[in-house]
């Protein structure tokens, strides 16, 4: 049931933030998937951006059952557990919490700013921070619990995001600072979607030896 659980989770969970990331930049005309972050879709004041918001709380909410139940479906170390504990909360709560409190139209960053803004940057900073280090923690850990190729891709997404946050939080008002955290976000989301197939692998190899 866990393994079941975390896959469907991690799986259905991607998917839906990646078509709602999608969708939301298609919908009105002139927005740029290069230079304009994912949150300025679903801003305060942006029109058709509440069902956006909770398609990306539903996705959050997924990731967050992902992360919770992704390290008791196979053999996993402590510090796996914590950081797919860090994962559950920074990601998955934090996609949720960066959606009840969008960013102001346009998501400026400078002037006034709405204490909603406030809670949306501080989320998504710290998400930023904290996650790509969680991947690189799960790579590390487990090529001593001999997963080597879980342990190359997690350390490759982990040091591949971590990367781009620096480049990211370097000039915050780049001309490329939409491309630079979509790279982000797919190396976090490829990630989810490979675990979620090995747990299954897993599970199915476990199933034939019986």
């Not at 949720?96 to 002037?111: K, Q, Y």
Request: charged share 10%.
């Amino acid at each position: 049931m866990i393994k079941h659980i975390a896959f469907w989770s991690g799986l259905i969970g991607t998917s839906l933030f990646v078509l709602t990331s999608i969708v939301g930049g298609l919908q009105f005309e002139g927005y740029s998937f290069i230079s304009q972050y994912i949150s300025e879709s679903y801003a305060t004041g942006v029109p058709n951006a509440t069902y956006l918001r909770k398609l990306f709380i539903s996705s959050g909410a997924l990731l967050t059952l992902f992360g919770f139940f992704a390290p008791y479906a196979l053999r996993t170390s402590k510090s796996i557990k914590i950081s797919f504990f860090l994962f559950a909360v920074f990601y998955g709560i934090g996609t949720v919490v960066t959606s009840i409190f969008p960013c102001d139209f346009g998501c400026p960053s400078e002037g006034e700013v709405s204490l909603s803004q406030m809670i949306h940057n501080s989320s998504g900073f710290l998400t930023y921070v904290i996650v790509p280090f969680c991947l690189i923690v799960i790579g590390v850990a487990s090529k001593k619990l001999e997963y080597p190729k879980l342990s190359k891709i997690s350390l490759f997404c982990g040091i591949l995001a971590l990367s781009f946050v620096v480049i990211l939080f370097g000039n915050p008002k780049g001309q490329f600072i939409g491309l630079f955290q979509r790279i982000i976000e797919a190396c976090i989301l490829f990630w989810v979607v490979y675990f979620s197939f090995f747990i299954r692998r897993k599970y199915n190899s476990a199933s034939k030896k019986w």
